[in-house]
Nanobody
Framework: VQLQASGGGLVQAGGSLRLSCQVS????????MAWFRQTPGKEREFVAV????????DYAESVKGRFTISRVNSENMAYLQMNSLKVEDTARYFC?????????????????WGQGTEVTVSS
């Protein structure tokens, strides 16, 4: 299983970015998918998760109303639309697959990870 995240970059505060996660191998359409982020010296933190059907989403409080997670099962793709970006959203963003326990938002509850994509928000 391979997860390839892309779409990161440098953006001004208030701007938008759309991250993509291409999954190859495995059973994408049966997996819950998530995004996490991490800054140097800090633990990886939960951002958003979407169920395998795409019917249910959950978000970290810090991104609710600004970020939207989505997926296209026919294309093995997951996305994170990030609007109204803030300086504090600066981080490396990782996509994760196969959540082993719904409701658990810790990194160890996901089986597969991508290499991440860097997002920098300037003031």
């Amino acid at each position: 299983v391979q997860l390839q995240a892309s779409g990161g970059g440098l953006v001004q505060a208030g701007g938008s970015l759309r991250l993509s996660c291409q999954v190859s191998g495995g059973s994408f359409s049966s997996w819950n998918m998530a995004w996490f982020r991490q800054t140097p010296g800090k633990e990886r933190e939960f951002v958003a998760v979407i169920t395998w059907t795409g019917n249910t989403e959950d978000y970290a409080e810090s991104v609710k109303g600004r970020f939207t997670i989505s997926r296209v099962n026919s294309e093995n793709m997951a996305y994170l639309q990030m609007n109204s970006l803030k300086v504090e959203d600066t981080a490396r963003y990782f996509c994760a697959a196969e959540q082993t326990s719904w409701g658990s938002k810790t990194p160890d509850s996901f089986s597969f990870w991508g290499q991440g994509t860097e997002v920098t928000v300037s003031s």
